[in-house]
């Protein structure tokens, strides 16, 4: 059995990552309800100059929560299915975890900051749609809240990152159950 399938394994390199984060992959940003229960919630994202930037509706309960306690874990994965094995396609399946204490730049507001971000998500996003969607919602207020990461990790293909095999348990090393023995 082959193991071309699984892609290259490991952490996405610069370009691999910023091209990764210029997709249309969604973002699930984590952040914290008053009481400490996690809340996690989809949501479009721009990645500039290092920082994660979060255009929210006004009334959207992550962005309150995330001005009271601005502690947030963001995950940045799309989903996938096998391979096309007709095309010899490969898996990347690339993932991002960030985390840090995310800022509220601005409050609820018509005409803010958050336009111009907001229109780069909705071009990125709706493709040729974006604008015309952005345009017939200006009149409502958004927050615009940014994360800058503390930490941030990245993975792609198919298997485990060689830290999490534990050895002598009997079965296969890392390489062979990898299809990376040589």
């Known amino acids: ?4 399938y699984r892609g290259a394994m490991g952490g996405l390199a610069g370009e691999e990552m910023e091209a990764f984060l210029g997709s249309d992959a969604l973002a699930r940003v984590a952040c914290l309800r008053p009481d400490g229960a996690p809340y996690v919630v989809p949501i479009w994202y721009q990645w500039q100059d290092g920082a994660f930037w979060f255009v929210g509706r006004e009334r959207s309960e992550w ?4 001005a009271s306690d601005g502690r947030v874990s963001v995950v940045i994965d799309k989903e996938h ?3 096309d094995e007709s095309s010899g396609a490969v898996a990347q399946i690339p993932k991002i975890i960030a985390s840090g204490r995310a800022e509220v730049i601005e409050r609820p507001n018509v ?10 998500m909705a071009r990125r996003y709706l493709g040729e749609n974006g604008p015309s969607y952005l345009e017939s919602t200006l009149h409502q207020p958004r927050w615009l809240i940014r994360l800058v990461p503390d930490e941030v990790k990245t993975w792609k293909g198919v298997g485990w990152a060689k830290r999490y095999w534990v050895d ?8 062979k159950a990898h299809g990376i023995e040589h």
Do not use: Q
């Open 168 to 175: 002598s348990t009997g079965g296969p090393s890392f390489e």
């Open 81 to 83: 299915g096998r391979p």
């Open 63 to 66: 962005c309150s929560y995330i």
């Open 1 to 4: 059995m082959s193991e071309d």
């Open 111 to 120: 005409g803010g900051k958050w336009v111009e971000i907001a229109a780069n």
